[in-house]
Nanobody
């Protein structure tokens, strides 16, 4: 079982930056033995997978919508996932969620070029990001 709490969201002007964090509390669950990911959901839209990091921490994936602007990272010692968001745009406005998946999920994401929400679990309440123009 894993319980996550996302934080770091807020209101920022276009072109600004935010750093999101996801603190994971695990019982019979090893933080560094899973694929970790960030999803986001804008009002009226489906949840979108935007970035994930492999169980080893050596490989990352980004959707085209955030590639070159967002950076995913993890702090294994503190069981925390981060998302550094730079050059934010109004279309980045959404609630951001972190989630975990089996280690082999990253390979699937790489092969298909898409993150499937059903492959991930441990969803938190999310953190709201609002980007003003």
């Amino acid at each position: 079982q894993v319980h996550v709490v996302e934080s770091g969201g807020g209101l920022v002007q276009a072109g600004g930056s935010l750093r999101l964090s996801c603190a994971a509390t695990t019982s019979d669950f090893s933080f560094d033995d899973h694929t970790w990911a960030w999803f986001r959901q804008a009002p009226g839209k489906e949840r979108e997978g935007i970035s994930c990091i492999s169980w080893s921490g050596q490989m990352t994936y980004y959707s085209d919508s955030v590639k070159g602007r967002f950076t995913i990272s993890r702090d294994v010692a503190n069981s925390t996932l981060h998302l550094q968001m730079n050059n934010l745009k109004p279309e980045d406005t959404a609630t951001y969620y972190c989630a975990a998946a089996a280690p082999q999920t990253f390979t699937t994401v790489q092969r298909l070029g898409v993150m499937t929400e059903a492959d991930f679990g441990g969803w938190g309440q999310g953190t709201q990001v609002t980007v003003s123009s």
